[in-house]
């Protein structure tokens, strides 16, 4: 076992386990950016596809402008939050 312990005194084995700690880590964070993305695009569409778009087409521009106002912000927000994270 004396051995066996030796090797995590390895400069180089440690070397290549914080490369591979710091590469899981960026692989989560890129992960977390696509979700949040996926997130905000998929918020965006459920809440366009509540509403019950009625009338002309300057009034059904008009209801999915105001559903835009109000959506468009959190979405934003998550991704600009993901733009963040991979910086």
């Known amino acids: 076992m004396e051995g066996f312990g ?4 390895d400069p180089d084995f440690q070397r290549r386990m914080q ?3 710091e590469q899981m880590q960026s692989a989560q964070t890129l992960q977390w ?7 905000a695009v998929d918020m965006t569409v459920a809440a366009i596809n509540r509403v019950n778009i009625q009338g002309t087409t300057e009034q059904q521009a008009q209801q999915i402008r105001s559903v835009m ?4 912000p959190e979405a934003v927000t998550l991704v600009r939050e993901a733009r963040q994270g991979l910086q």
Do not use: P, R, S
């Not at 030796?6 to 005194?9: Q, R, T, V």
């Not at 106002?69 to 468009?72: K, L, P, Q, R």
């Open 6 to 9: 030796g090797f995590f005194n």
């Open 19 to 21: 490369e591979m700690a």
């Open 33 to 39: 950016a696509d979700n949040a993305i996926k997130l």
């Open 69 to 72: 106002a109000t959506v468009f």
